[in-house]
C-alpha cells in the first residue's frame, strides 16, 4: 500500500481508484500546502495536486519516494517537469475530459464581452437603469464576424464548432500547419484578419506575453480578446492600457498573469468581463478530471502506463 497525498479536496468519489492506497487528503475548506505538505511527501509515492501548487525543485526534493504527481488541470504550468524527469518522477495532466466545458466558458466570454453584458447586468442590479435606452450598452455583433482561434488543439477545436453554430467564421492560428480550412500560419496576420480572437495556447516559455503590446496594437478598434488559457500569454498592463485608450473594444478574462491578484487597471478597464479561472468549473467535468488524476495515479504506481502522461522533459 503506497502513500498518496491529495492537495486539495475533490469531489466525492473521485479517488476511488486509490482505494487500495493510503490516501492523505485535506478536510473540506482546508488544503495540505507549505509545511505539512513537504512532511507529508517525505513518505509519499503520490501526488494529486492542483495548477495553484508549485511543484518545483525544492518540493520534488522533500519527496524521495515520489513516483508520480497528478495535476488535476490539462496545464502542468505549475510542475518543473526537468526536476520531475530526472528524479523519474511521472507527470499526469487531465486532458480531454474538460475541452468541451472550457469552450463553452470561452463562449460565453465572447458573448458576454462583445455585448457589454457585465456592465449592463451591474447596472440593473444596481438601480442605475433609467429605462430602455435606444443609444445605450451598444456593444459589438457576433454573428457574421471573424473569431481568430490562437493554437488549435483539443480548446481551440471545440471553440471553432461554437463560432459556426453562432454564424462566426473561425481561422486558427497554430505552430505547425493544421491541413484544415480557416488556418492562417502567420500569428499577426490572424490578429489584424479577426474580430474577435481566443486564445487556447498553454504557457510555455514561448507563449509567455505572446499577447505582448505589439501584437495587441495589430487588433482593431471593434476587436475583442477572450483569455481562458493561462493569463502570463498576455501581458496585462498592455492590455489595461490598449482597453483604456480605446485600441480594442473589450476583452474577457477568465485568468491573469498573478492569480488571485488582478491587475487593478484590468478592474477599472471599461468593456471588461472579468471571471475567477472558472473555465472548467462544473460538476461533472470537475469530477471526470479528478477521477482522471486518481486513476493516473493509481496506473503509474501499478507498473502501468497512463495514457495521460506527460512527456517527461530532459
Ligand atoms: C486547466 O485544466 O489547466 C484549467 O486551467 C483549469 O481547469
Sequence with gaps: ??????????PPGSLEALASHEVVAPQPGEAIAGDRLR???AQAEGLVCMLTDRVDRALLGAAPRLRVVAN???????????AAAERGVAVCNTPGVLDETTADLAFALLLAASRRLWEAETDVRA?????FGFMQYLGQDVHGKTLGI???GRIGRAVARRARGFSMEALHHARRPTGEPGYVADLDDLLARSDVVSLHVPLTAETRHLMDGRRLALLRPTAVLVNTSRGQVVDEEALALALEQGRLFAAGLDVYEHEPSVHPRLLAA??????????SATVATRTAMARMAAEAVRAVLAGEMPPNLVPPTV
Design 150 to 152: 490562437v493554437g488549435y
Design 127 to 131: 438601480g442605475r437603469w433609467s429605462g
Design 39 to 41: 512532511a507529508e511527501l
Design 1 to 10: 500500500m503506497a502513500r498518496v497525498v491529495v492537495t486539495h479536496p475533490l
Design 270 to 279: 471599461p468593456h471588461t468581463v472579468l471571471l475567477p479561472h472558472v473555465g
Design 72 to 82: 488535476v488541470a490539462v496545464g502542468y504550468d505549475n510542475i518543473d517537469l526537468v
